[in-house]
């Protein structure tokens, strides 16, 4: 069985600093992984995943992760934040060979502060 | 791609009665998805359709729970029975067979059912 942990469940940065968004996870066999962002009243869009290959993924608005299998862990880069990076922020797990069941985390709140 | 839609986007039902909502995947995507997320966490795997087969039920199905997809296209869950703590945004993503590793779930807006 597959699980997330999302470490904060509220993250504030300025803007124009570093964001840092935590996933931890627990697979029993080699899992693909992905960050997906939600908006206010909107579905979830999908930032990013690693399935196989590169451990260093980079995705869309300048978003990257890492995946590090020594730490069991994933979590969310961006350089520079914006204001219009403020939004929910879910890290996702499913078995490899099986992307169909996601296994979502708790949700990160992310706040830009002007 | 005009991307999943779903409806209606809010409900408001009283406890006992019965809702339906509907799901418009992405055109020739052939799996379907339905997830639950209430407030304050993550969306939670309901149940998976290829094309018109329904493949996997999570335990949070319970028997109040129906999920069609007659013609492999837009898919429909009924709750019967509505209780309160059925409240919460029931979420719809759709994707095409392919390369596991190539798959993506796309999620539409999805539906907030309040149940008085």
């Known amino acids: 069985a597959q699980s997330v942990t999302q470490l904060g469940s509220h993250v504030s940065v300025s803007e124009g600093a570093l964001v840092l968004l935590r996933c931890n996870y627990s697979s029993s066999v080699p899992p693909y992984l992905f960050w997906y962002v939600q908006y206010p009243n909107q579905g979830l869009q999908l930032l990013l995943k690693y399935t196989t290959g590169a451990t260093l993924v980079k995705g869309i608005n300048g978003f990257e992760a890492e995946f590090k299998k020594s730490e069991t862990s994933f979590h969310l880069t961006k350089p520079s934040a914006h204001m219009s990076d403020a939004a929910e922020y879910f890290c996702?797990?499913?078995?490899?060979?099986?992307?169909?069941?996601?296994?979502f985390g708790s949700g990160t709140q992310l706040t830009v502060l002007p | 791609d005009t991307g999943v839609s779903q409806n209606p986007r809010h409900k408001i039902t009283k406890r006992g009665q019965n809702v339906t909502f509907r799901c418009d995947p992405i055109?020739?995507?052939?799996?379907l998805y339905w997830y639950r997320q209430t407030l304050g966490q993550g969306p939670e795997f309901l149940t998976y359709f290829q094309n018109e087969a329904q493949l996997e039920k999570s335990r949070l199905l319970s028997d109040r729970f129906s999920a069609e997809r007659p013609k492999g296209s837009f898919s429909t869950l009924e709750i019967q029975r509505t209780e309160q703590g059925d409240s919460a945004m029931y979420l719809c993503?759709?994707?095409?067979?392919?390369?596991?590793?190539?798959?993506?779930?796309?999620f539409g807006p999805g539906t907030r059912l309040l149940v008085l």
């Open positions: 055109s020739e995507h052939n799996r």
């Open positions: 996702a797990v499913s078995r490899s060979g099986s992307a169909r069941q996601l296994t």
């Open positions: 993503a759709s994707s095409r067979r392919g390369d596991d590793s190539q798959e993506t779930q796309y």
